[in-house]
């Protein structure tokens, strides 16, 4: 009959939110702590030889820098384990069993490293330790190469395999298939683990699941304390442990570890947030790594549409193995793939040389009202608002990246004559644009002002040949002041960027008053 065992790993993956810096008396309680509870395996952190020895760590160079931080634990139940990222630790940083506090060494790898990393695990095996292989984005193995890396397995024999979906893809019926194929052809007395995370809120449920079947292996459950982990964190230890106290008839004691949420946990979460959001569930249903969902969102021009179809431009080994180039070329070929220009020759013959007064989202559109409404008063200008919507008297929008549309289609919706020019990387949520420009010939060559409306708009009014520019709610940004009028229109930029985008686009506003005359209505940076 199976036995079903459980491993946390807070120290360890935890670690991954605090740079394992959670201090000496807060690794040793919640050893203690865990260790009372009964969990059959604890994971103290990483063996990783490319950092230098540090009592308030969770990540260590060698196995013996764990003996003399626990040098003081008399009464150890748990079977204790560190992890070896591949390629990180050397064998000669890791001592004989027989005199060291671990008891065993888990060692994750990516699937190219995999004869290497069972090569490895056979030496470390050598050395008296228990041995479990960890099969990191197991998604990306076929199922012949998995049953290659099975043969290479059970030629070590080790202590256990883990199935780790390490970006929390896969769903009951893939976890599964995973499954049976290690039951079926690993060898007898090899323990199966599961290591989820939690990007569709599945880590608990899915863990449950395979704890459910029916196996003559040996069933290991990996937990955090209150789900603690990178990103979207993992299964809760505190769930695992009262589902197997309820259903499997253990004998968990779920206080300690309700200690550890109170004293510990819930501290770092306020400092270092984990758990599900919406990158993370864009990034999991596209099967990619999350810090391709991370680039894109952080440039504030796309929606969430327009990411999941650049992550469509994503394939093979390179969906889970992030590459930042290529993220980069992906973003400007897909603002560049709608090239056609429609009733342009008609917008410029409108705009020609007349007058024309473009509005910006800034917060002296508030400050400063009285003077853009006296100027639209008395100045006969076209009056054309950029990126926004606000309660003047406008004659077109322009809009110049998905995500403002995306915010603000519902306010063009109620200006019915309110004329749409729109740049070509932004696609229509209601009927076609009045006027679609071609999106790279607007482009700026610098990555800061690549898809910048302003500076769009600025060629524009040039191709146009308009008589004279003025400028309101063109602000620059500030760090210290609100930057828009609407707080819903912010952006979140690093202040060194925007102080950069900032004299950027003061030097294409000198650039451009050397073709027309450009003033500014109310205060801005850009002077």
Same mark, same amino acid.
């Given at each position: ?26 690794? *040793? =309680?919640?050893? $203690?702590?865990?260790?009372?509870? #009964? /969990? ?6 990483? &063996?990783?030889? !490319? ?98 890396? *099975? =043969?290479?397995? $059970?030629?070590?024999?080790?202590? #256990? /395999? ?6 929390? &893809?896969?769903? !009951? ?141 994503l394939s093979g080994d390179e969906k889970l193995n992030y590459n930042a ?203």
């Amino acid at each position: 009959m199976k036995n079903i065992q459980v491993l946390d790993c807070s120290l360890r993956d935890g670690g991954y939110l605090n740079d394992w810096n959670f201090g000496k008396h807060t690794i *040793i =309680d919640t050893f $203690n702590r865990l260790n009372n509870s #009964g /969990v059959e395996f604890i994971e103290v952190g990483f &063996l990783d030889d !490319r950092r230098e020895f540090d009592s308030d760590r969770t990540i260590q160079p060698t196995t013996e820098c764990y003996d003399k931080i626990f040098e003081n634990i008399e009464n150890k139940k748990s079977c204790v384990v560190a992890m070896i990222d591949y390629g990180t630790c050397s064998i000669d940083n890791i001592g004989e069993c027989a005199s060291s506090f671990i008891d065993g060494i888990r060692i994750i790898f990516k699937k190219p490293n995999m004869r290497k990393a069972v090569e490895f695990a056979r030496r470390v095996k050598e050395k008296g330790y228990l041995v479990f292989l960890q099969l990191v984005s197991i998604t990306s193995y076929s199922d012949r190469d998995l049953l290659d890396f *099975i =043969d290479c397995a $059970n030629e070590i024999q080790p202590y #256990g /395999v883990s199935i780790v979906d390490t970006y929390g &893809l896969m769903h !009951r019926e893939k976890m599964l298939h995973y499954f049976y194929l290690l039951d079926t052809n690993l060898v007898n007395g090899t323990i199966i683990g599961f290591h989820s995370h939690n990007n569709f809120q599945l880590a608990y449920s899915n863990t449950i699941e395979l704890l459910k079947l029916n196996t003559s292996h040996n069933l290991l459950a990996d937990g955090t304390v209150f789900g603690m982990g990178k990103n979207a964190g993992n299964a809760p230890l505190e769930l695992l442990c009262m589902y197997l106290n309820e259903n499997e008839g253990k004998n968990y004691n779920v206080n300690h570890i309700l200690e550890i949420i109170d004293l510990t946990a819930l501290r770092i979460l306020k400092e270092h947030p984990w758990g599900y959001s919406l990158p993370l569930f864009v990034a999991s249903s596209n099967d990619c790594h999350p810090n391709y969902v991370t680039a894109l969102m952080d440039k504030g021009t796309l929606s969430i549409g327009s990411i999941n179809e650049i992550l469509k431009g994503l394939s093979g080994d390179e969906k889970l193995n992030y590459n930042a180039e290529l993220i980069q070329e992906l973003y400007r070929n897909y603002q560049k793939t709608k090239l056609c220009d429609k009733n342009k020759d008609e917008l410029y013959s409108a705009l020609n040389n007349k007058n024309i007064l473009l509005i910006g989202p800034g917060f002296s559109l508030l400050k400063e009202k009285e003077k853009i409404d006296d100027f639209i008063a008395k100045k006969n200008a076209i009056v054309i608002s950029v990126n926004c919507v606000p309660e003047f008297p406008l004659d077109y929008f322009f809009v110049g990246n998905s995500k403002r549309y995306s915010l603000l289609s519902s306010l063009c919706s109620v200006k019915k004559q309110l004329k749409i020019i729109a740049s070509s990387n932004v696609s229509s949520l209601d009927g076609e644009f009045d006027y679609l420009l071609n999106f790279d010939r607007l482009a700026d060559d610098n990555k800061l002002l690549f898809d910048n409306a302003l500076v769009m708009m600025l060629k524009v009014l040039k191709e146009a040949k308009i008589s004279r520019l003025f400028l309101a709610g063109f602000d620059g940004f500030s760090k210290t002041m609100a930057n828009y009028y609407n707080d819903f229109m912010s952006f979140d930029g690093e202040p060194e960027r925007l102080e950069q985008v900032t004299d950027l686009i003061r030097e294409r506003i000198s650039e451009f008053r050397k073709i027309y005359p450009i003033e500014f209505v109310t205060s801005s940076y850009y002077e």
